[in-house]
């Protein structure tokens, strides 16, 4: 029998998180080409299936598949560390909020940026995001809430991405905030988001999720639903800022309107746990660096959904607010220590079950013989380290499509 031919051969890896049944036991070398995985097993035999054109030694490294984040906010253009200040002396989000600082404050300052400065400062959050092992991410506008505004922050986000040969699922999040201007009169904003802005982001193809903040000081369940029932019919998968600080039934809409997925959840309902295991569908986002951030004592009831068999994702939510971080390995630590997670199910968040809230699990998320070979070299000994540590980067190697990246 002829070997097939791969390009390259990694092999040497003290084990392969894969999510993948058919993986032989102790396999510790991949093979790829054509920017695919086309073989996982022991390197002896993969030398015997594939006439591998390189190797590549990964030296005892875990080798694990790219990271997704399915939710982030990098559309921003600077950050609010001052409020941070604030926060440590008192004053809550909330507060900040409704004193025009907050994510009305981040909107200013994008709306000031010129596209063609806003690129650069997108790029860099994407380019940490990829030097912490994202390869895939869902990434939000909504810094921008006028048409103008926010089909600029959608254009760098994908720019910014393609530059950098991450893959980006985009999501518009006009409705995250009613911006300052229509403060006395909220339902005219709403009325542009249905009117105007999805639309446009449609018809110019700039995003496939639409997204809304359903929150006190943001936007009333009554609004959510208007605006997510407008975008449905537009052909916009959903994804739902829910039960943050207050239960208000954004998740048991985001259910009954077949959401992909409903996300913070730290103020979930018994009615909201129920709505979201009956779906079996609509994903629960978890966004354990947040709480900490914003030192709530509250936190989303993780277990209670997984045990319920509610499927989910773990993300940073990285953003200048309320989670500055763009490692998902610290947002795995989080999972692990205040949502209660072990590492398989942290792992399992950050790269499967985040690929497949996105509808990406064909080709990300895993390893399996077809995946796209986007692959992690973690300097862990073993899969129970993810999460473990914190503040310290694991990722040695990111490859994105087989190649390696410069990070
Ligand atoms: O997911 N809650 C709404 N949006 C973000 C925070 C945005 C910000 O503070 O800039 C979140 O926490
Ligand atoms: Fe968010």
């Known amino acids: 029998m002829n070997a097939a031919s791969a390009d390259l051969l990694l092999h040497g890896a003290c084990s392969i998180v894969s999510w993948w049944e058919g993986a032989p036991e102790g396999a510790d070398a991949l093979a790829i080409a054509d920017g695919r995985v086309v073989g996982l097993g022991l390197a002896a035999e993969l030398r015997q299936r594939f006439s591998c054109a390189r190797e590549h030694d990964v030296q005892g490294a875990l080798l694990v598949p790219g990271f997704v984040d399915a939710h982030t906010h990098p559309v921003f253009a600077t950050g609010r560390a001052e409020e941070f200040d604030w926060r440590a002396q008192g004053v809550d989000y909330l507060e900040i909020a409704r004193r025009g600082g907050g994510i009305l404050s981040s909107v ?61 699922s985009s999501t518009f999040l006009g409705a995250h905030m009613v911006p300052a201007e229509f403060k006395e009169a909220p339902e005219d904003y709403l009325e542009i988001l249905c009117q105007e802005m999805l639309p446009a982001v449609q018809e110019q193809g700039l995003a496939t999720s639409a997204d809304v903040f359903i929150e006190e000081g943001a936007f009333t369940l009554e609004m959510g639903r208007r605006y997510l029932e407008r975008a449905k019919e ?9 039960d943050q600080f207050h239960a208000l039934g954004g998740v048991e809409l985001g259910v009954e309107l077949g959401a992909s997925s409903v996300d913070h959840l730290e103020e979930l309902s018994d009615a909201g746990l129920e709505a979201l295991a009956l779906s079996g569908k609509t994903f629960a986002g978890l966004l354990p660096s947040m709480p900490h951030f914003l030192r709530m004592t509250t936190d989303a009831p993780a277990r209670r959904m ?46 499967l079950g985040a690929a497949a ?18 692959v992690l070299a973690l300097d862990l000994p073993d899969h129970f380290h993810f999460g473990y540590g914190f503040g310290e980067n694991p990722v040695t190697t990111v490859w994105l499509g087989g190649q390696a990246v410069s990070l």
């Open 357 to 374: 809230s996105l509808g990406l699990e064909a080709q990300k998320g895993h390893l399996r013989p077809g995946a796209d070979a986007d």
């Open 306 to 351: 997984l045990q319920a068999g509610v499927p989910y994702f773990v993300a940073t939510d990285f953003n200048p607010g309320s989670s500055y971080t763009p490692s998902l390995s610290e947002a795995a630590h989080f999972a692990r220590v205040r949502l209660r997670m072990t590492a398989e199910e942290a792992l399992h968040g950050v790269t």
């Open 108 to 168: 200013r300052a994008v709306r000031e940026c010129a596209e063609e400065t806003l690129q650069p400062i997108v790029r860099e959050h994407l380019q940490r995001m990829l030097r912490h092992g994202t390869t895939t991410f869902e990434g939000k506008s909504g810094y921008g809430l006028t048409t103008e505004s926010e089909l600029k922050s959608l254009r760098v986000m994908h720019q910014a991405a393609e530059e950098l040969g991450m893959t980006l």
């Open 234 to 242: 537009l052909g916009f998968a959903l994804r739902i800022h829910a």
